[in-house]
Nanobody
Framework: QVQLVESGGGLVQAGGSLNVSCAAS????????TGWFRQAPGKEREFVAV???????YYSGSVKGRFTISRDLAKNTVFLQMNSLKPEDTAVYYC????????????????????????WGQGTQVVVSS
């Protein structure tokens, strides 16, 4: 049984940093694409970042330059380092796995559409106070 478990969320002041993690059990992240999404109250779930392949990474415009996605395949864990946090980053952060991976140059919609991911974690809350 595949399980993704996020951790590391919490409360931080604007301008601060958090590092959230996603650990997988039952299947290896090797060969997969692993994404982070977030959902703020009253809003739709939105794409944040994805890592796959060599690795390659892709970020949403709202977090590019502030967030960094990385992975440790030996620990079967994906990380999202979030710096220069803003109140608008407040959301539940979810990791998601697309076990078949992504092509070298995937279409943006393939990376960012939540329907293209197979398994999801339960989410971790991030609150950024102003």
């Amino acid at each position: 049984q595949v399980q993704l478990v996020e951790s590391g969320g919490g409360l931080v002041q604007a301008g601060g940093s958090l590092n959230v993690s996603c650990a997988a059990s039952g299947r290896t992240f090797s060969g997969s694409a692993t994404g982070w999404f977030r959902q703020a109250p009253g809003k739709e779930r939105e794409f944040v970042a994805v890592i796959w392949g060599g690795p390659r990474t892709y970020y949403s415009g709202s977090v590019k330059g502030r967030f960094t996605i990385s992975r440790d395949l030996a620990k079967n864990t994906v990380f999202l380092q979030m710096n220069s946090l803003k109140p608008e980053d407040t959301a539940v952060y979810y990791c998601a796995a697309r076990w078949g991976g992504l092509p070298t140059t995937p279409a943006m919609t393939l990376m960012t559409n939540s329907r293209n991911y197979d398994d999801w974690g339960q989410g971790t809350q991030v609150v950024v106070s102003s």
